[in-house]
Structure formats: C-alpha cells, structure tokens
C-alpha cells in the first residue's frame, strides 16, 4: 500500500506530495494531471523491477523525453538544456502477500522448498514501513536516461507520521558520487557508480542477503495501473495462461479462460457480478478456436454474441470485475475513469465493488463522475485534482463529508466558477 507519494518534475507534476489510502478518489477537470499521477507511478513501478530505464518506458504513454516538465518555454527550451530530471519518492507498507513471497523466495534460495513457514518462526523480514526515493535524469539532446540517487530506507511511525527509523542504517543510499547497497546482517557495502541506466533495486540479488529489497520489489511488481481500451478488450487473445490484464484491459479473453479452467467457483462467482450490473446479460463464456485463439462470449436472450459485437460498456464491466477479482494478486489497482460507457444507474453497484476491493488492497480512482463520490462516501479520500500556469495541484478536500461532499464535488469538477443557477441545477443544495 502507497501511504504518501511525491512527485517532483514529471509532466506536470511539480512538488505534488499526497497522504493516500486504502480508497482514495481523484477528481478534477479535463487536462488537470489526474492521468499523470498513475503515470508516474505506474512508471516507477516498472523503473524498480525492469532490467533498464528504458525498457521500464516501453509502456509509457508518451516518448521519455515528454515525461520529464518541460517549463514555460515548451518541448522547445527542454530541448536546448543539457540535462533534465525527475524525482519520485514513495512510502509503502509492505504486504502481507509481499513479505510472504520474498520469505519464501529466500526458503528456496537456502535450500527449502518454498512452503509456507510456521508462523512462530523467525521472519528476516521485520520492516514493514519502507521510504524509496528515485531521481531520473535526461540528456534531451540525446534521449540517454540516468539514474542519478536512489535510497531505500525503513520508516517509523510517530503520531501518525511517518519518519526515517535512525535506529536502521539505510538499506540502500547515496554517497558522495557512488550509490551504497548493504547486505544485511553484514558489514561490507556493495557500491555501484552513479548514472547507470538501471535503478539498483531492480538488479539480481541473493535474496537472503537483501531482505527487505526483496520485500519491497514484490510489492511494486504487484501495482497495477488501467485505462481500458475497448478495441483491444475485443480482440482473441492467443492460448496462454493470464492472471492478469494488461494496463488497456487486453487478454481479456484469456484471462476468463485461464479462470474458468483453474478456479470455475470463481468464475462462476464473477458470472453473478455481471449479471447484477447488466441483467440482460444470462452470462458469458470463453471458447479455443481452430486458430489456437480464445474468444469471449456473452450470452443474451439466449443467443451468444462475440466479443466484437457487445457493447464498451459491457465491455470494461468485464473488464472492472476482472481487475478487482480476489484472485488478482494486486496490492495496488489505479483505475482510470471506472464510469466511462457505463449507465449511471449501475454506479452505486460500481462503487460497491470498489469499497469491498478497498478491504483487501489499495484501490486508487481518477475520475469525471459527480455520482461516483456520492456512492462511494466518506470511506473515500477525496482528493481534488486542478491545473494552473502549467502544473498539476493536488488537494484534500477535507471538508468534502456529508451534506459538503456534492457542492465540493461540484466546484472540484468545473473548470470555470460555476452560476447560481448551475450549482442550483446539479444540486449543490438539496
């Protein structure tokens, strides 16, 4: 789980510093920066597990050079400066799923065979509060990426804050010109040059030796960040297992049907989901093609029907109710504007979904929806999203609870100050 984020130099986001929890809904206009802020840790994410800087931007959106603030002079000033950089700094408290992958791949790696262990026995993992912090650097005359700090460091909690533990040297840090990795239990530091091309966390360790930088690559392989693309959503995906889709909702075929074959209750189960939000819908099913392709079917009025004839809004429902599936291994789930396609009726059962998959992991929305907050309530941080002179702001709406939430709601989403008789109009009021 995120608890706090700061992004400093990326697109649009200059200083944004965020608490986040466990449900946590942005809302703001077009063009505000909401998408930037999944961006920037769905790349993070990847920066921290992928072998290189480079193959961590193969999914961006957007070339590396258009992630890095370009000022008031444009693409064009950025491209007369030497030297260009993004921080990105994270607090994350471990999961239980983390900890326990990274305990039983140091089992296997000393001999064992993986099982779980006794809950009596001693863990290696004992922090659960972990500080990352990663500073990116361009030449954007040649489009060469660097990594220029980088440190991974336990946290302690006082008072609801949180702060560096002093009590634990840090696992990972700068010094002088050299980045410091040290094996825990052990005195002699690993140190590796800056401005290399891949982050330190993501190379090969001996997991024993490095614990807790195990622990915390697990739990960033495991965000997950989505904007659904229906095109791609109808496609027959090849036969292959999938667990999970990727960030457009692609292999949604074969994710139903790896489903339907290893766990059917389960799949059964999503059935129902479907049905309750769409009740012409009797259900759906996959099928193997002569081709080795898996198509998806829905089934209405006693006809099936491809995926390539079944509306977007069916569409990212199936979608929806993959992502937030107990089976999705996920600690975080960004959804980018869950609403889109889908009939404001079937919102409140939406949001339902949504809470409920709060109870077992992170669940972070953006968002364009004025019901959306409604139904979700005040469980919900609501965090409202605004541009101005070209950078993102980000702000609590603290007093956004009860009989504020909807007029708070309102101004958050407007783009310009809204008339009387608009705020009359939706609401604002009673």
């Not at 790696?109 to 026995?121: C, D, I, Q, T, V």
């Not at 939430?405 to 309102?410: D, F, T, Y």
């Amino acid at each position: 789980m995120i608890r706090r984020v700061l992004v400093d130099g990326y697109k649009s986001l200059r200083g944004v510093e965020l608490a986040l929890r466990p449900l946590t809904l942005i809302i703001g206009p077009n063009a505000g920066g909401k998408s930037n802020l999944f961006d920037a840790l769905g790349l993070l994410s990847r920066m921290a597990t992928r072998p290189s800087l480079a193959d961590a931007f193969r999914e961006h959106r957007g070339d590396p050079l258009e992630a890095f603030y370009y000022g008031e002079e444009g693409l064009a000033g950025l491209l007369r400066r030497d030297h260009a950089e993004f921080t990105m700094e994270v607090d994350v408290e471990l999961s239980d799923t983390a900890i326990r992958r990274a305990e039983q791949l140091m089992d296997i790696y000393r001999g064992g065979n993986g099982e779980l262990r006794p809950a009596k026995a001693s863990r290696r993992i004992t922090e659960r509060l972990l500080r990352y912090r990663l500073t990116v650097a361009i030449c954007p005359k040649t489009g060469v990426l660097r990594v220029q700090d980088e440190s991974l460091r336990a946290l302690t909690e006082v008072g609801g804050e949180l702060r560096p533990d002093e009590r634990r040297r840090p696992f990972l840090e700068r010094v002088g010109n050299r980045l410091r990795l040290r094996m825990e239990g052990q005195a002699r530091p690993m140190e590796y040059e800056i401005g290399l091309n891949h982050t330190i966390v993501s190379l090969p360790v001996y997991p024993p030796h490095y614990p807790h930088l195990v622990a915390f690559r697990e739990e960033l392989a495991s965000w997950q960040f989505y904007y659904f693309e229906p095109r791609q959503m109808r496609e027959e995906s090849p036969v292959k297992e999938v667990e999970v889709l990727t960030s457009s909702g692609g292999d949604l075929a074969a994710f139903y049907y790896t489903l339907q074959r290893r766990d059917p209750l389960q799949f059964d189960n999503l059935q129902r989901v479907l049905r309750a939000l769409v009740p012409s819908v009797e259900g759906f099913s996959t099928e193997l093609t002569d081709e080795g392709k898996v198509r998806l079917k829905i089934r209405e009025g006693g006809v099936d029907f491809s995926a390539r004839l079944i509306s977007e809004g069916t569409l990212r429902l199936l979608g929806l109710i993959a992502i937030l599936s107990p089976s999705n291994p996920a600690a975080v789930i960004g959804l980018e504007e869950p609403e889109n396609g889908v009939h404001p009726r079937r919102l409140k059962i939406i949001a339902d979904l949504l809470r409920e998959a709060s109870r077992r992991r992170q669940v972070l929305i953006n968002t364009h929806s004025p019901l959306l907050p409604d139904y979700l309530g005040d469980e919900a941080l609501l965090i409202r999203c605004v541009r101005r002179d070209g950078s993102s702001s980000f702000e609590e709406l603290t007093g956004a609870v009860g009989l504020f939430r909807r007029p708070a709601v309102g101004e958050a989403l407007e783009e310009e100050e809204p008339s009387i008789s608009q705020r009359i109009l939706r609401g604002d009021w009673g």
